[in-house]
């Protein structure tokens, strides 16, 4: 026979884990009718705490699960930072997962974090899909586990609490400068790989473009300098294209680019006018200094760390989908 565990109680109870914890270590703080429905479950169950249990809602401090594409990209540690600030006024731990890991897939990790009996779950994963979307939809209602989607959103349903920007408006608005500049031959430099907020920035860059009669021009990298270099380097010198604007979706793809054409004796922004996305470090490294789209990840980190809070104490957030204001700097890469 099977061992129960407190998942198990939780999910047959329908109630948070946290809700079983307290059933065990403080009765008086759960409702009656709550309180002897998690206590016959127990009994149906045969449940037997562990000492980790017990102590589960006791602790002073409790835990958060942070699951992220990747901790070399500046802004996934910039927006990390955000909630570590957040959840130390709470007095929460955090547990960082990071996706990039070829031996366990992103199922597995996920039942690692369950089992780690964490009590909320903030996905900074921008390359979530339907299949991800709906697991962790799954996880929230089966385990009573709280989720937050923390500058990463699937747009065509609000079942979980999202904090981001308009990316679909940002890469919109970044185009239609281009464009008022005079610009004529303007290009979007996005992933190869497939990432929801890439797309929505793509169909706002789509949107200014038709708008202003011009053709559009997409072109699909990687984020590794070594390869988006080759390509940039084919595209604009070898093939002979023209191109006096761009848009990047990533700072570091936008700093590589300008660093190309400079090497190709392109003058950035006499000739080109380059916009990239995040303000993130590398915009200040660049020479000259980037132009780009502000997203506020250290406050997405922290906002959506506050309401990940708000959802392990019960008081659920009316508004699931939370959109933070953006900026566009204007730097030494456009006129």
Known sequence: MVKATIYNVALKAGVSLATVSRTLNNPEKVKQETRERVLKVIEELGYKPNAFAKGLASRKSTTVAVIVPDMSR??????????????RKYQYSLILYVLKDENLSEAEMLKEVVASQADGILYMNDEINEDQYEMLNKIQEDYKVPIVLANTLYPYDN?????????????????????????????????????????????????????????????????????????????????????????????????????????????????????????????????????????????????????????????????????????????????
């Open 159 to 335: 079942k979980l609490v999202t904090v981001c920007i308009d990316y679909f408006k940002a890469g919109y608005e970044a185009t239609r400068r281009l464009i008022d500049d005079g610009r004529k031959h303007i290009f979007m430099l996005t992933t190869a790989r497939k990432y929801m907020v890439n797309d929505l920035k793509e169909a706002g860059y789509l949107k200014a473009i038709k708008e202003a009669g011009l053709e559009n021009n997409i072109v699909r990298t990687s984020g590794d300098i070594s390869v988006n270099t080759v390509h940039f380097n084919e595209l604009f010198k070898e093939s002979g294209k023209r191109v006096d604007g761009v848009v990047a979706v990533r700072d570091s793809i936008a700093v590589s680019f300008v660093n190309t054409m400079i090497k190709n004796g392109r003058k950035i922004p006499k000739d080109i006018s380059v916009y990239g996305f995040q303000n993130t470090k590398y915009a200040s490294l660049c020479r000259p200094k980037l132009s780009c789209v502000d997203v506020p990840v250290l406050d997405i980190g922290a906002k959506a760390m506050a309401y990940l809070k708000q959802e392990i104490d019960g008081n659920h957030v009316e508004q699931k989908f939370n959109v933070l204001h953006h900026d566009i700097i204007e730097r030494g890469t456009t006129k």
């Open 74 to 87: 500046a802004s996934i540690a910039e927006m990390v930072n955000g909630v570590a600030v957040e959840a």
